[in-house]
């Protein structure tokens, strides 16, 4: 008999993430920290790699794992569904992994799950998995939004969307950029920092690594270039008074000049809020906590206001991997945050409406319903962010601009 394979600590807790997220309904980054603990850099590097990619990808996963396997995934365990999913994701798409530690490990989580009578079964399934999965995977057609719903593991409803709003070249486009792991920036807040300065975003930083302690003592801040952009289009200067309707985590909140009051409407996010306002050394920041659609009487008169409004989140879907199988628009309540602010903003003053997404139906649409003037500046201070289809308006897609995708809109109170 053969020996039994080791499972090297990267696996093991890249299997528990899976198994939390489809068995558990866990977030992925939230189970993550958790099972990674104990584990050194390199080893934790390549369990989010794992994890998250698996997460990611589980929809194109389950297709070859079903074709190779030729046994319905419903019918098998989910220790069992979870290993398949994690192995045929490094044969698939893990460059240097040597396919006998993506099967024989693989397997061996099997049995440590107390499964020994599906060992072989899994065993097999791999293997075959590994003979075809790449010839499999190539053949699948990306020609239509189902197919390449398919192809890059994404929903039909969101392939659907970006057809719509991109056409089927950028569409695709868009599908295999946020496959693909996120830009590391941050914002760099005080002191200096080892990395490259972004040549187009003030103070926005590429770096190799997030330093923990960096951003522990409030001298950088991890955001990507899109949201730090979003900060930048409010424009807030001394003297002034703004509104950040949706503040939480902070990150733009503590961004903006003059007196600001950041609302939140859940106490723990606002206690996370309150958090980074100390942390960063934001003290013109106010932490209020209500639900922005019922403020307060006195929270009246501000020059300005940001809704960086709750959304579906497609812009951002590299970054949290779980999100696109949740995943759901909200236009009527970004209508109605983007509505409560104008009516604290004084006549003449500005709203900034952004969301972290690319779905004209929570982008465009909001903003035309609101009855709010455009505010053509912003396009003009940023060129070349301008939204392809309506250039008065800023967008920001992973595929062109290598960051998360943001939509950001100026308007104006009469």
């Known amino acids: 008999m053969a020996p039994r394979a080791a499972v090297s600590p990267a696996r093991r ?15 992925a980054d939230r189970a993550f920290p958790a099972a990674a603990k104990g584990l050194d850099e390199r080893d934790r590097a390549l369990a989010q790699r794992l994890a998250y990619g698996a997460v990611q990808r589980v929809r194109t996963l389950d297709y070859a794992i079903e074709e190779l396997g030729r046994r319905p995934l419903r019918k098998l365990d989910p220790p069992v569904r979870a290993a398949l999913r994690l192995g045929a994701y490094q044969l698939a798409f893990v460059d240097g992994v040597p396919r006998y530690a993506a099967v024989n490990e693989s397997v061996e989580l099997v049995r440590s799950a ?6 072989p079964f899994t065993n097999a399934v791999l293997r075959r998995i590994a003979d075809g999965i790449d010839s499999l995977l190539a053949a699948l057609p990306a020609d239509t939004p189902a197919t390449a719903a398919l192809a890059h593991s994404y929903p039909d409803w969101i392939a659907d969307v ?3 709003d991109l056409g089927a070249e950028d569409a695709v486009a868009l599908m295999r950029a946020l496959n693909e792991p996120p830009e590391r920036v941050v914002r760099l807040v005080r002191g200096e920092i080892e ?17 923990p302690l960096a951003v522990a003592e409030g001298r950088s801040w991890p955001q990507s270039r899109s ?5 930048l289009a409010v424009g807030s200067r001394e003297g002034e008074r703004t509104l950040d309707l949706c503040a939480a985590p902070g990150g733009k909140a503590t961004m903006l000049a003059g007196e600001v009051v ?19 050394g934001a003290r013109n920041v106010r932490v209020v906590t209500a639900d922005g659609r019922a403020l307060p009487a006195e929270l009246t008169g501000f020059d300005r206001a940001l809704v960086d409004a709750p959304c579906s989140g497609l812009g951002v879907l590299n970054a949290r991997p779980d999100l696109r199988w949740r995943s759901e628009p909200l236009p ?14 004084r006549p003449g ?24 003037e455009v505010d053509n500046s912003l396009a003009e201070e940023w060129p070349m962010f301008r939204h392809p289809g309506r250039p008065e308006f800023l967008q920001t897609l992973p595929h062109l601009h290598e960051t998360s995708g943001f939509f950001i809109a100026r308007l104006r109170r009469s």
Do not use: M
């Open 13 to 27: 807790a890249a299997f528990e993430v899976v198994r939390r997220v489809f068995e558990d309904d866990a977030y």
């Open 114 to 119: 107390r499964l020994e009578r599906a060992v």
């Open 162 to 164: 970006w057809w719509r």
């Open 195 to 211: 990395g490259r300065q972004d040549e187009l975003i003030p103070g926005a930083w590429h770096v190799d690594r997030i330093e």
């Open 227 to 231: 949201s730090q952009l979003a900060g």
């Open 262 to 280: 950041a609302v939140e409407v859940n106490e723990a996010r606002s206690r996370e809020l309150e958090d980074a306002i100390r942390r960063l």
């Open 332 to 345: 009527e309540l970004q209508l109605e945050l983007l509505q409560a602010a104008a009516e604290r903003v």
């Open 349 to 372: 003053g500005t709203v900034v409406y952004s969301v972290c997404t690319i779905n004209a139906d929570e982008s465009e649409a909001v903003v035309d319903a609101s009855g709010l």
